[in-house]
């Protein structure tokens, strides 16, 4: 066992080299943290598996220097359609742009988002990515993390240190657990076959995703990017993947001519872990939640973690105090449940019941098509706020306030986004007026700093103040 390595001052060992953990090393790299980025596997996963990402997540990929390649091998989605089982639609959601600068939705293969991921990391000084090694232990005392690590390959031991491990390494965390942390249920896990397909000419179908309400054969169905499509059926109870007629129900799609790319069997868990800290180790993306996949939020979960958590552990490593990193599931564990139990809602409210519950079904979203305001509703992409909390500074019974929710990013004057313009840190908003004193940051006047009748209009006379991550830590009049 070689012991001793440590990469530098100012050091975080991220384990898992997927999306999440990826984006969480080019995120610290960027606010000056060396990282090293290590993975079971020498090359990424070379499957499709997460499909869509809102305009919130790709802020994160924003910050990580990433969004505009990702726009690149992506492209927007139309939207939801609801089918019942004669594959009639039911109700419409349609996505478009944004009020965060981007698609509302986007879809895409997991792999190219991955390829564009790595080709970022492999050009940033700071960070680097090893392979092929998986963490057998983690200890910690005063000082560093110290970590266990085994070549998979040779078999070899070594003993590196680091200041701080992120545990980004997938549903079978070693990270989780190595710290004695445990994945509590939201609600029931269901088993539905995953269908990736390629099409020699594009299909002739909507371009947006395809949820049909069927209680029998509940599925999914939706363009991916480029020749690419996906289907996924659920399994019922003692069937098997064998038991399917698999051309019939792509047929129904209109897909029956197109390559099955991979079939896979997926459980669809709804978890959350009851611990996401451990010291100066901490959980991520689907180590720290599992959601069923019916609003989308699988990776975008994972990715608003370490864009909450990156520059919070990046100012520890710089002095700040480490009860900083406490907010991280106190905010964030919190969002997680509430997006989670709403995917478990919606996926009961749209598949679940027999034929009564899709006459009520029917009926209910007849009364939805009825009332735009509540169409445009269900169509926001908006998510949650954060909790109040020492860094969201909002009463419980605010609800209309922007505390604790993501800052709009609508068009400016001049060629940049706003986030670039705000920088890295804190940053205080104002029209003009007054400003609290203590409010951290760069402040920037909006119709003078920042040119933007649309950003001046949500303002409303107000200042605010926010965070590193884009959150509104307050609001003052």
Same mark, same amino acid.
Request: glycine letters at 12%; charged letters at 20%.
């Given at each position: 066992?070689?012991?001793?390595?440590?990469?530098?001052?100012?050091?975080?060992?991220?384990?898992?080299?997927?999306?999440?953990?990826?984006?969480?090393?080019?995120?610290?790299?960027?606010?000056?943290?060396?990282?090293?980025?290590?993975?079971?596997?020498?090359?990424?996963?070379?499957?499709?598996?997460?499909?869509?990402?809102?305009?919130?997540?790709?802020?994160?990929?924003?910050?990580?220097?990433?969004?505009?390649?990702?726009?690149?091998?992506?492209?927007?989605?139309?939207?939801?359609?609801?089918?019942?089982?004669?594959?009639?639609?039911?109700?419409?959601?349609?996505?478009?742009?944004?009020?965060?600068?981007?698609?509302?939705?986007?879809?895409?293969?997991?792999?190219?988002?991955?390829?564009?991921?790595?080709?970022?990391?492999?050009?940033?000084?700071?960070?680097?990515?090893?392979?092929?090694?998986?963490?057998?232990?983690?200890?910690?005392?005063?000082?560093?993390?110290?970590?266990?690590?085994?070549?998979?390959?040779?078999?070899?031991?070594?003993?590196? #240190?680091?200041?701080?491990?992120?545990?980004?390494?997938?549903?079978?965390?070693?990270?989780?657990?190595?710290?004695?942390?445990?994945?509590?249920?939201?609600?029931?896990?269901?088993?539905?076959? &995953?269908?990736?397909?390629?099409?020699?000419?594009?299909?002739?179908?909507?371009?947006?995703?395809?949820?049909?309400?069927?209680? &029998?054969?509940?599925? #999914?169905?939706?363009?991916?990017?480029?020749?690419?499509?996906?289907?996924?059926?659920?399994?019922?109870?003692?069937?098997?993947?064998?038991?399917?007629?698999?051309?019939?129900?792509?047929?129904?799609?209109?897909?029956?001519?197109?390559?099955?790319?991979?079939?896979?069997?997926?459980?669809?868990?709804?978890?959350?872990?009851?611990?996401?800290?451990?010291?100066?180790?901490?959980?991520?993306?689907?180590?720290?939640?599992?959601?069923?996949?019916?609003?989308?939020?699988?990776?975008?979960?994972?990715?608003?973690?370490?864009?909450?958590?990156?520059?919070?552990?990046?100012?520890?490593?710089?002095?700040?105090?480490?009860?900083?990193?406490?907010?991280?599931?106190?905010?964030?564990?919190?969002?997680?449940?509430?997006?989670?139990?709403?995917?478990?809602?919606?996926?009961?409210?749209? #598949?679940?019941?027999?034929?009564?519950?899709?006459?009520?079904?029917?009926?209910?979203?007849?009364?939805?098509?009825?009332?735009?305001?509540?169409?445009?509703?269900?169509?926001?992409?908006?998510?949650?706020?954060?909790?109040?909390?020492?860094?969201?500074?909002?009463?419980?019974?605010?609800?209309?306030?922007?505390?604790?929710?993501?800052?709009?990013?609508?068009?400016?004057?001049?060629?940049?986004?706003?986030?670039?313009?705000?920088?890295?840190?804190?940053?205080?908003?104002?029209?003009?007026?007054? &400003?609290?004193?203590?409010?951290?940051?760069?402040?920037?006047?909006?119709?003078?700093?920042?040119?933007?009748?649309?950003?001046?209009?949500?303002?409303?006379?107000?200042?605010?103040?926010?965070?590193?991550?884009?959150?509104?830590?307050?609001?003052?009049?």
């Amino acid at each position: 066992m070689r012991t001793g390595e440590q990469f530098g001052a100012g050091t975080v060992v991220v384990v898992g080299a997927g999306p999440v953990g990826v984006t969480a090393a080019l995120l610290l790299a960027r606010r000056g943290v060396d990282v090293l980025v290590l993975d079971r596997h020498v090359e990424p996963h070379p499957q499709p598996r997460a499909v869509h990402l809102d305009d919130e997540s790709l802020r994160v990929l924003q910050a990580a220097g990433v969004a505009e390649a990702f726009t690149a091998v992506s492209r927007p989605g139309a939207g939801l359609r609801l089918l019942d089982g004669a594959h009639r639609t039911l109700a419409e959601f349609g996505r478009g742009a944004g009020e965060h600068g981007w698609p509302q939705a986007s879809m895409f293969g997991q792999p190219d988002l991955e390829a564009v991921l790595r080709a970022a990391l492999a050009a940033e000084p700071r960070a680097r990515l090893r392979g092929d090694v998986e963490v057998t232990g983690l200890a910690q005392g005063a000082g560093p993390v110290r970590l266990t690590v085994r070549d998979r390959r040779t078999g070899a031991e070594e003993e590196l #240190t680091a200041d701080a491990v992120l545990g980004c390494d997938g549903a079978r965390s070693t990270v989780r657990r190595l710290i004695g942390a445990w994945l509590r249920d939201l609600g029931p896990a269901q088993r539905w076959l &995953v269908v990736d397909l390629a099409a020699d000419v594009p299909l002739d179908v909507w371009p947006g995703v395809h949820q049909v309400c069927d209680p &029998v054969r509940p599925a #999914t169905f939706m363009p991916v990017a480029g020749s690419r499509y996906r289907a996924e059926f659920r399994l019922a109870g003692g069937e098997t993947v064998a038991d399917l007629d698999l051309p019939a129900l792509l047929a129904r799609f209109g897909a029956a001519g197109c390559t099955v790319v991979r079939a896979a069997e997926y459980t669809f868990a709804a978890r959350v872990a009851d611990r996401w800290r451990s010291g100066r180790v901490l959980l991520c993306g689907d180590a720290a939640h599992q959601t069923p996949p019916f609003i989308g939020q699988g990776l975008g979960l994972g990715l608003r973690d370490v864009h909450q958590l990156s520059w919070k552990l990046a100012a520890v490593l710089a002095g700040a105090d480490d009860a900083l990193l406490d907010t991280h599931q106190a905010e964030r564990a919190p969002h997680a449940r509430a997006l989670i139990r709403l995917a478990v809602l919606l996926g009961r409210l749209m #598949t679940g019941g027999g034929s009564r519950a899709a006459v009520v079904r029917r009926g209910v979203l007849a009364g939805v098509r009825a009332v735009p305001a509540v169409g445009r509703f269900a169509a926001a992409s908006r998510t949650p706020p954060l909790a109040p909390g020492p860094l969201v500074r909002r009463s419980r019974w605010a609800v209309r306030s922007p505390v604790g929710g993501l800052l709009p990013q609508p068009p400016i004057e001049g060629p940049t986004r706003l986030d670039d313009v705000l920088g890295p840190g804190w940053a205080v908003l104002t029209s003009g007026g007054p &400003v609290p004193a203590g409010w951290p940051g760069r402040r920037l006047v909006v119709g003078t700093d920042v040119v933007s009748p649309e950003l001046a209009r949500w303002l409303g006379g107000r200042s605010v103040l926010v965070r590193p991550d884009r959150i509104v830590a307050a609001v003052h009049r």
